[in-house]
Nanobody, 125 residues
Framework: QVQLVESGGGLVQAGGSLRLSCAAS????????MGWFRQAPGKEREFVAA????????AYADSVKGRFTISRDNAKNTVYLQMNSLKAEDTAVYYC??????????????????WGQGTQVTVSS
């Protein structure tokens, strides 16, 4: 069992930056690949970024590539999402999730079996 708690969301102006954190409970955090997803009002949840258990491989949605960076610190049981050059269309609730396939940074939400409660990110234009 893995419990995930996101933090770091808030209100920021367009062009600004935020860093989201996702703290995981349990001693098996380093066995999971991790992902960030987001859901805007009236839209389906979408993939943002993912990272393998070792941190050696990452994947990004085209819409955030070059602006967002996913990283993790297994000693702290935490995964991060650094978001730069934020746009109004980045406004959403951001969720972190854990995938037991530690070797592949999957873009598919169905393979992630643990989810956090989400943190709101609002970008004003």
């Amino acid at each position: 069992q893995v419990q995930l708690v996101e933090s770091g969301g808030g209100l920021v102006q367009a062009g600004g930056s935020l860093r989201l954190s996702c703290a995981a409970s349990g001693r098996t955090f380093s066995s999971y690949s991790m992902g960030w997803f987001r859901q805007a009002p009236g839209k389906e949840r979408e993939f943002v970024a993912a990272i393998t258990s070792s941190g050696g491989s990452t994947a990004y949605a085209d819409s955030v590539k070059g602006r967002f960076t996913i990283s993790r610190d297994n000693a702290k049981n935490t995964v991060y999402l650094q978001m730069n050059s934020l746009k109004a269309e980045d406004t959403a609730v951001y969720y972190c999730a854990a995938n037991p396939d530690r070797y592949y940074p999957s873009t598919y939400s169905a393979v992630y079996n643990y989810w956090g409660q989400g943190t709101q990110v609002t970008v004003s234009s």
